[in-house]
């Protein structure tokens, strides 16, 4: 059973920096895609960046483009997400999921496309 457990939120102020983890487990995961999706209040979850598994192959939400970055660590069956320059507006919870069946060429976006998710971390960035 694959199980993700998110880390790393809290409260930043604008402008700041944040690392988010993602322990993923259960399973190998060798054409996976994982991904980051976020959840403001009133809103709906939406995508903001994913990385093959395999061969690192990434995608950004534009607005998040230049700001995030998300990286894998082998050994460690780690998921990252460095987030740098935040803005109020990134205030959200952030979920991490993995796709089975994501292309080889480029990660999914869809939320519909994630089988799997964690719990939530919850960041907030104070102007």
């Known amino acids: 059973q694959v199980q993700l457990v998110e880390s790393g939120g809290g409260l930043v102020l604008a402008g700041g920096s944040l690392r988010l983890s993602c322990a993923a487990s259960?399973?190998?995961?060798?054409?996976?895609?994982m991904g980051w999706f976020r959840q403001a209040p009133g809103k709906e979850r939406e995508f903001v960046a994913a990385?093959?598994?395999?061969?690192?192959?990434?995608i950004y939400a534009d607005s998040v483009e230049g700001r995030f970055t998300i990286s894998r660590d082998y050994a460690k069956n780690t998921v990252y997400l460095q987030m740098n320059s935040l803005k109020p507006e990134d205030t959200a919870v952030y979920y991490c999921?993995?796709?089975?069946?994501?292309?080889?060429?480029?990660?999914?976006?869809?939320?519909?496309?994630?089988?799997?998710w964690g719990q939530g971390t919850q960041v907030t960035v104070s102007s």
């Open positions: 259960g399973r190998t995961f060798a054409g996976y895609a």
């Open positions: 990385i093959r598994w395999s061969g690192g192959r990434t």
């Open positions: 999921a993995a796709d089975p069946r994501s292309p080889v060429i480029v990660p999914r976006i869809q939320v519909s496309d994630y089988d799997y």
